[in-house]
């Protein structure tokens, strides 16, 4: 069975930092695509960034290009958000999804596999 687990959420104050993890067990991150979303309440799932584990591919959505950046921790089966300069609009759940191949895409429903989410609250 495949499991997606987010950690690191929390609380931060406005410019600060928090870093994310997304760990796998019942799958390897040798030749997936791995994927950041959120949503925030009331508003529809958006994809953040994401990142090829067979080629290191990497792509942010533009509202968090220069503040977030993606990287894989491939030994540990674990791919990790840096999200610096928070602003309270990145205040969300943040999902982490996987699917099999190279292609990096913010299209949700290209994924196979979903975290159960780490909330993200930045306060001003």
């Known amino acids: 069975e495949v499991q997606l687990v987010e950690s690191g959420g929390g609380l931060v104050q406005a410019g600060g930092s928090l870093r994310l993890s997304c760990a796998a067990s019942g799958v390897t991150f040798d030749d997936y695509a791995v994927g950041w979303f959120r949503q925030a309440p009331g508003k529809e799932r958006e994809g953040v960034s994401y990142?090829?584990?067979?080629?290191?591919?990497?792509s942010y959505a533009d509202s968090v290009k220069g503040r977030f950046a993606i990287s894989g921790d491939y030994p540990k089966n674990t791919v990790h958000l840096q999200m610096n300069n928070l602003k309270t609009e990145d205040t969300a759940v943040y999902y982490c999804?996987?699917?099999?191949?190279?292609?990096?895409?913010?299209?949700?429903?290209?994924?196979?596999?979903w975290g159960q989410g780490t909330q993200v609250t930045v306060s001003s």
């Open positions: 999804a996987a699917h099999p191949g190279t292609v990096v895409t913010g299209r949700a429903e290209e994924y196979d596999y």
């Open positions: 990142i090829s584990t067979i080629d290191g591919t990497t």
